[in-house]
C-alpha cells in the first residue's frame, strides 16, 4: 500500500511545473521556444507546442491562444485551475500550469506556421493571454478508439464510459464542475497496466470498482465549462450557445452525462453495430427520453435564442453609426458581458437603450479613425478591461476623479499599441465609463431573465428523468453492461479517494481473490474498500 502517483509521468508535469514557476515572469523567448503547431485545431483556439529552453526533449507545453478577440483564455485558466485541486488525486482532467501574456502576430494564418510575433519584425503586434497546459503525449482521442474495430475491445470503449461518468461525478461533487461540451473529441486517452484498477471512493457510503483494461480518459478543453471558481468573477464564458443547452454561468448536473451518453452510444452503436451497443444505446434513451434534445448532437433542441441574441435583439435599430457593433454585435456582446459578475442577479434594463446610445456614440469617435474591425474589437476588449480595473473606484465619490484619470490613460495605452495617429481628445471618458457601466448592468437583467426562463424549463424536463445523479446513472450501465475482469494476483487496485482527497496504489490480499470475483462488478468496489479502510485504521 503506498501513495499513488500520476499513472503516467511521461509529461513530466512536476518538473515543468517548477519550471513554470521559476520563470513566470520572465519574457517568453527566453525560456520558452515555439516547436509546432497542432494539424487538426480545436473550435475556438489555436493550439500547438512550446519547448523549454534548459529540460530535457520531453518538456513540452502545450499551449493555446484564442483565434478571437475574446476571454477564452481567461476563463479556460480559470476552470483548469479549479481542477488542478482535484487533479491530485482523479487523473482524469489535464492540468495547467498558468498563463503567458505573448506578442501575437495578427495576420498570422491559423495553424500555419508560428502565431507568435518576433520583436521588430510585426507591424501592430497585439498582446494576448496564452494558456499553457499539459500535453499529453502519443495519446489518441476517444473517439478514434471507438473506430478502431480492431486494435480496441469494446470493453475497454464501457470502461472509458464508466470512468468518465465516475470522473463527472467527482468534479459535480467537489468543484460545481459542468463541461458542457464532453464529447468524444474532448477525451484523450492514456494507457496504463492491463491489469490496472480504478477505484472510486466518492464519499463513505459509495465506492465502485471500475477495470481499464489498460486505458484511461483525460478530459480536455474547458471553453464552455462551468465551475465554483467563477463565483464572485467576471463572466468570461460566451452566453451565444445557451440555446443548445449550454448555461456556462451556472452548474447544471444533467449536462455532461447527458451530452456524453448521447453521442458516445450514438458513435458506438454506428461503428460496432453489437448487442452490447445497442443495449447502452437502448439504456440512453430510456434515461433522458424525457428531455427536448438532439439525439445526434446532445444538444437541447429547441427554437430558442441565445441570452445574447435576447440582448442583440433589444437593441436592433436603436444606435447606429458603428460598423462594429453592427457587423460584428456577437463579438462586442462576449466582450462587453465579461462587465457581469457570476452569479448574475435580476437587474432594470429600463435603462439598456440610453446606454447603449451614448457608448456607441463615443466609442465612434475612436473607431471611426481606425479602419480595422480587428484591431477595433482589440481597443474595444481594452476599453472593457479599463472599466473592470477603475469600477470600484468610481463608484466611491472620492476617488470618481482618479478613476476617470486612469481610465483616459488605459484607453490612450491600449489605442496606441496598435495605431500610430489616434486623436481622443474628443472622447468623453467619463460617459464612456459611465455608460459602459450602466449597460453591463441592463444586459445582466436581459441575459438573468432569458436564462432564469430557460432553466425553470429544463428543470420541469430534469424532474421527469428516472434517475436523479450520476451514480445513479454509472449504476444503470453497470447493472446491464457488467466488466467480465478477473481479479489476480497482478490486479492493482488505484484508489482515488475524493472523501479524504488522495489517491493510493493497493494490493488486495490473495485471501481474497476469490470472495471479490464472487460479488457483482457493482458491489466490488466497496468490498475492496472496505478491506484497504481495515488494513489502514
Not at 340 to 365: A, D, G, L, R
Not at 455 to 473: C, D, F, G, H, T
Not at 502 to 522: D, G
Request: hydrophobic share 35%; with cysteine; glycine share 6%.
Amino acid at each position: 500500500m503506498s501513495k499513488m502517483s500520476r499513472l503516467s509521468s511521461g509529461s513530466g508535469y512536476d518538473d515543468l511545473l517548477s519550471y513554470y514557476k521559476k520563470n513566470n515572469g520572465k519574457p517568453w523567448r527566453e525560456w520558452l521556444s515555439f516547436d509546432s503547431i497542432f494539424e487538426k485545431p480545436g473550435k475556438q483556439g489555436v493550439v500547438g507546442l512550446l519547448k523549454s529552453s534548459n529540460l530535457s526533449e520531453n518538456g513540452k507545453y502545450v499551449f493555446k491562444i484564442s483565434q478571437y478577440i475574446n476571454y477564452l483564455i481567461h476563463h479556460e485558466s480559470s476552470v483548469m485551475n479549479g481542477l488542478n485541486e482535484i487533479s491530485v488525486y482523479c487523473p482524469h482532467f489535464c492540468r495547467s500550469y498558468g498563463t503567458q501574456i505573448c506578442n501575437i502576430d495578427p495576420r498570422a494564418k491559423k495553424n500555419k506556421g508560428c502565431p507568435f510575433a518576433e520583436d521588430g519584425k510585426v507591424d501592430n503586434p497585439i498582446k494576448k493571454e496564452v494558456l499553457l497546459c499539459e500535453y499529453v503525449d502519443k495519446s489518441y482521442k476517444f473517439y478514434n478508439y471507438i473506430r478502431a474495430l480492431e486494435r480496441v475491445h469494446e470493453d475497454v470503449l464501457y470502461s472509458v464510459i464508466k470512468q468518465v461518468l465516475m470522473a463527472i461525478s467527482i468534479a459535480q461533487r467537489k468543484k460545481q464542475f459542468t463541461h458542457y461540451d464532453l464529447h468524444s473529441f474532448n477525451v484523450m486517452m492514456r494507457k496504463c497496466s492491463s491489469d490496472a484498477v480504478f477505484l472510486y471512493a466518492l464519499d463513505k457510503d459509495n465506492q465502485f470498482a471500475i477495470p481499464t483494461y489498460g486505458h484511461y480518459p483525460v478530459i480536455i478543453d474547458f471553453g464552455f465549462s462551468y465551475i465554483d471558481n467563477m463565483e464572485d468573477g467576471p463572466l468570461w464564458p460566451s452566453m451565444g450557445h445557451t440555446c443548445v443547452g449550454f448555461m456556462s454561468d451556472r452548474f447544471d448536473w444533467v449536462a455532461d452525462p447527458k451530452l456524453f451518453l448521447v453521442t458516445v452510444s450514438g458513435e458506438i452503436k454506428e461503428k460496432r453495430n453489437t448487442k452490447k451497443s445497442k443495449i447502452l444505446r437502448r439504456i440512453v434513451r430510456n434515461l433522458f427520453g424525457p428531455l427536448t434534445i438532439d439525439w445526434g448532437s446532445g444538444w437541447d433542441d429547441n427554437d430558442d435564442e441565445s441570452a445574447s441574441d435576447a440582448v442583440i435583439k433589444m437593441l436592433d435599430g436603436v444606435a447606429k453609426g458603428s460598423v462594429l457593433f453592427e457587423d460584428y454585435d456577437h463579438y462586442c456582446m462576449d466582450i462587453l458581458q465579461t462587465l457581469v459578475i457570476i452569479p448574475m442577479e435580476k437587474q432594470s434594463y429600463e435603462s439598456i437603450h440610453t446606454s447603449y446610445k451614448s457608448m456607441i456614440k463615443e466609442f465612434s469617435k475612436i473607431e471611426k479613425q481606425i479602419s480595422s474591425p480587428f484591431y477595433n474589437l482589440y481597443i474595444l476588449k481594452g476599453i472593457t478591461d479599463a472599466v473592470r480595473y477603475v469600477r470600484a473606484a468610481y463608484a466611491d465619490k472620492q476617488t470618481r476623479i482618479d478613476a476617470i484619470r486612469t481610465f483616459r490613460h488605459h484607453v490612450h495605452e491600449r489605442v496606441n499599441e496598435v495605431a500610430g495617429f489616434c486623436r481622443l481628445d474628443k472622447v468623453h471618458f467619463e460617459k464612456l465609463l459611465c455608460s459602459m457601466i450602466v449597460f453591463s448592468k441592463c444586459m445582466e437583467g436581459v441575459m438573468y431573465g432569458h436564462i432564469d426562463a430557460r432553466m425553470a424549463e429544463k428543470q420541469r424536463e430534469y424532474n421527469k428523468l428516472p434517475l436523479q445523479s450520476v451514480e445513479q446513472i454509472y449504476a444503470s450501465i453497470e447493472a446491464n453492461l457488467p466488466d467480465e475482469y478477473v481479479y489476480c494476483k497482478n490486479t492493482t487496485i488505484f484508489i482515488i479517494d475524493a472523501n479524504y482527497k488522495e489517491s493510493i496504489e493497493y494490493k488486495i490480499p490473495e485471501a481474497e481473490l476469490e470472495n471479490v470475483n464472487e460479488l457483482h462488478p457493482m458491489a466490488r468496489g466497496t468490498y475492496i474498500y472496505d478491506l484497504y479502510r481495515a488494513g489502514i485504521d
